[in-house]
């Protein structure tokens, strides 16, 4: 028989006190606040201020930080562009939580993927992530998915491992060359898809500049991001709406003109497709926002 050897929680998560992914325009801003657990903002489109016991910093698309229990702490938008995060805040006495202390983090690939997959799993556990500052409805994963409250723990706990170690070495899937290249090229027809927001490409002109067959790109693209290629440019197209609309400059009219779309209808349709809102009702919503003086 063999002797059971018992493994060391190095980071032990108490649990969430909330989860929230925002939307915001380039005007927002909330009032300090502190708190006696931790707060994690990831800036993932756009760019934000933090503002952190007195002091500010700068943080750009990808990037994140961290406020300790008791810090005072507000965020704002830089009044230019809108900007969406994902707010985490959650309990851990680990001693190893110091290291987070004052600090703001880049993040590469294989963190983004963490968050993805934590972001993810917090919907099947919770249903919905809340996108409202003033909501403040205790989490409740009672009715999730099998397992899932379990893997947000996971996800967040394994994302935190590799902050600290430093290092993003991904130990799972991403092993043999064959799915490397795969990814490395949907990466790069993505990137062709934003370099081209602002025109109307086609699948036909993807498999011209990257001169594979539509049924290869097909394969490649749904693997990497769980979307058909032109279905994933749609919706980039409408996130880019949403910025704009959000930045509250161009009239909904000049928006579906600048992003090529053949007519104001067929933009409204395929806005609200994705939404569920009509531009102006989602310009409302979230405009209802205002940067207090």
Request: include cysteine; charge should be negative.
């Amino acid at each position: 028989m063999f002797p059971l050897t018992q493994v060391k929680n190095d980071i032990e998560l108490d649990g969430f006190h909330s989860i929230y992914y925002f939307e915001f325009g380039k005007d927002y801003y909330h009032l300090p606040e502190n708190h006696d657990y931790w707060e994690m903002v990831y800036v993932d489109k756009g760019e934000i201020i933090a503002l952190s016991d007195g002091k500010s910093s700068k943080l750009c698309e990808g990037q994140a930080i961290f406020h300790k229990p008791g810090e005072m702490h507000a965020h704002t938008s830089n009044g230019e562009v809108a900007n969406n995060m994902l707010v985490v805040s959650f309990s851990c006495n680990s001693e190893c939580m110091t290291y987070f202390e004052n600090k703001s983090f880049a993040l590469d690939k294989t963190l983004k993927t963490l968050l993805s997959l934590f972001l993810k799993e917090a919907e099947n556990a919770l249903g919905k992530i809340s996108n409202n500052y003033y909501d403040k409805t205790p989490l409740d994963f009672s009715n999730g998915k099998f397992g899932s409250a379990q893997l947000v723990k996971f996800h967040f706990t394994e994302f935190l491992i590799k902050l600290l170690r430093g290092k993003a070495d991904m130990s799972s899937n991403i092993s043999d060359t064959r799915q490397v290249s795969q990814d490395t090229l949907a990466e790069m027809i993505v990137a062709y898809m934003k370099n081209n927001i602002y025109s109307q490409i086609t699948l036909n002109d993807i498999c011209d500049n990257f001169f594979l067959r539509k049924s290869q790109i097909s394969i490649i693209f749904k693997e990497y991001t769980g979307k058909s290629p032109m279905r994933y440019y749609a919706d980039l197209k409408v996130g880019e709406a949403k910025k704009l609309l959000r930045e509250d400059i161009l009239s909904v009219s000049e928006i579906s003109e600048k992003l090529n779309y053949s007519g104001i209808h067929n933009f409204s349709r395929a806005f609200k497709e994705v939404t569920g809102f009509s531009p102006m009702g989602y310009k409302k919503s979230i405009l209802s926002y205002t940067k207090t003086e």
